[in-house]
């Protein structure tokens, strides 16, 4: 059974950081390319950042040079680093992966940004 478990989001003034984790399990997160997307209110769910097998990584325009997306494949988790937050980051950020033709969403963390 795929799971995926998000955690680390909460409230956070403008230009503060946060660090999301979702850590995986039923798969082998070592081939895994994982992502994080972000839904806002009233809004279509957006990627925000991936990262694949090998480590390589791509993002959002929105949210470059201000999140960084890495994974620990001992702990099975992948991490989005955000910096410098802006109040137009804030949504619910959900982890992803396609495992066997199947995709898997976590249940999604909270990030609100506002003063």
């Known amino acids: 059974q795929v799971q995926l478990v998000e955690s680390g989001g909460g409230l956070v003034q403008p230009g503060g950081s946060l660090r999301l984790s979702c850590k995986a399990s039923?798969?082998?997160?070592?081939?895994?390319?994982m992502g994080w997307y972000r839904q806002a209110p009233g809004e279509q769910r957006e990627l925000v950042a991936v990262i694949a097998e090998g480590g390589s990584t791509n993002y959002a325009d929105s949210v470059k040079g201000r999140f960084t997306v890495s994974r620990d494949n001992v702990y099975r988790t992948v991490y989005l680093q955000m910096q410098n937050l802006k109040p137009e980051d804030t949504a619910v950020y959900y982890c992803?992966?396609?495992?066997?033709?199947?995709?898997?969403w976590g249940q999604g963390t909270q990030v609100t940004v506002s003063s």
């Open positions: 039923g798969i082998n997160f070592r081939i895994a390319t």
């Open positions: 992803k992966t396609n495992w066997r033709g199947n995709d898997y």
